[in-house]
Every structure is written in C-alpha cells, then in structure tokens.
T-cell receptor, first 111, second 114 residues
C-alpha cells in the first residue's frame, strides 16, 4: 500500500501558485519524498525529490516539514500544461526499492 | 538521450486471446519495471527486474501474466489468456539501479480487451 495520502483533486487559477499537499506521517529516516506527475495519455514524469531540506528545480519547489510527516509541492506559476495527476511517493534508499503509487491528486489549472 | 521505448502503443484483443508488450529501457539502466494502470488509478507495480533477475513479482498474476528480460536489456510482458479486467495501460520504466536513482517511464501500451 502507498504510504502517502493526498487530496483527490484541486483547482488552481492560471498564473497562480499551485500548492499540492501530501501526508506521509509514517515516513522513516531513510525514506525520500518523490513527486511525479502524469499528463493524460503519457507516462509519469519525475518532478523533484527531497529528504529533509527544501528543494527547488526548474519545474517546482518541494517544502518538507521539520518532522518530515508532510510536504508540499509548489508550482510557482501554474499554466494550463500543468493540468495533470500529481503523485507523492515515499521511497526508501535501499537496493531494489519498490516505488508504490497512490491515487494522486488531479490538478486542474483553470484559465 | 533516448527514453524508454514501448510497443505497441495501442492494442485491442478479444478475451481469451494473448498479447505481448515490448520494452526497451534507457541504455545502461539495470532496473526495469512493469506497471499496470487501470483508468482512474495510480500505476501498480507488476514486476521489477535487476539486470535479468526478478527482484519482485509479488503483484504479477502468474496464472496469466509472464515477463522476461533474458539479456538484461529488453523486456517483454505477456498476457495469456486475457480477461476483460486486464484492460489497462501497461507502463514500462527503468532506472540506473542504484538506490534513489530517478525512474523514467515510457509512454505506455494501451490494452483494451473486448
């Protein structure tokens, strides 16, 4: 079973920041938080990952709470092309780790 | 850099027929995954290979599904005989195989069983 919970759907106005929450209250010390997204009819696409520090790349920012029990993916200026299902995944840094997806959050960016 | 290649992209078969999907991972990627994604759900891991060995196939319905990666590169996933509930997207993914490496997904093979 997935170790994360996410809201099933969210809306965001175009040009505004989209903040997608994820709860991972049972995360352990050697587990990273990964985010993927899946645009309709495509395979999942890697966005960002982090352990305990906040991370930023060209696509998004990841904010992880100090207790690591939750995180937020931030798309700073959402566009219509960001409409997708976003998956938050907890992944252990061990050999042969399994990547288990939950149902994700369906983000709709509205003009 | 070429991505994960999958074929066919779309397939329609009748129940009880067989089907095979092919995957060519990114060059040099030791770990290969097959996922099944039913409409409206997240991807479900079917089988995971490390080179040509199976790491995890606990979710693979072995009475009808089989997968192989004989030379540690390409992989095939076969369904025989297909059932209506096998209608789904079959996603292949690969990674370098060391802990924490990014997993890259193909576009998927869409299967409809009628």
């Amino acid at each position: 079973d997935a170790k994360t919970t996410q809201p099933p759907s969210m809306d965001c106005a175009e040009g505004r920041a989209a903040n997608l929450p994820c709860n991972h209250s049972t995360i352990s010390g050697n587990e990273y938080v990964y985010w993927y997204r899946q645009i309709h009819s495509q395979g999942p696409q890697y966005i960002i990952h982090g352990l305990k520090n906040n991370e930023t790349n060209e696509m998004a920012s990841l904010i992880i709470t100090e207790d690591r029990k939750s995180s937020t993916l931030i798309l700073p200026h959402a566009t219509l092309r960001d409409t997708a299902v976003y998956y938050c995944i907890v992944r252990p840094l061990t050999s042969y780790d399994k990547v288990i997806f939950g149902p994700g959050t369906s983000l709709s960016v509205i003009p | 850099e070429a991505g994960v290649a999958q074929s066919p992209r779309y397939k329609i078969i009748e129940k009880r027929q067989s089907v095979a999907f092919w995957c060519n991972p990114i060059s040099g990627h030791a770990t290969l995954y097959w996922y099944q994604q039913i409409l409206g759900q997240g991807p479900k891991l079917l089988i995971q290979f490390q080179n040509n060995g199976v790491v995890d196939d606990s979710q693979l319905p072995k009475d009808r599904f089989s997968a192989e990666r004989l030379k540690g590169v390409d992989s095939t996933l076969k369904i025989q005989p297909a059932k209506l509930e096998d209608s789904a997207v079959y996603l292949c993914a690969s990674s370098l195989g060391t802990p924490g490496n990014t997993i890259y997904f193909g576009e998927g093979s869409w299967l409809t069983v009628v």
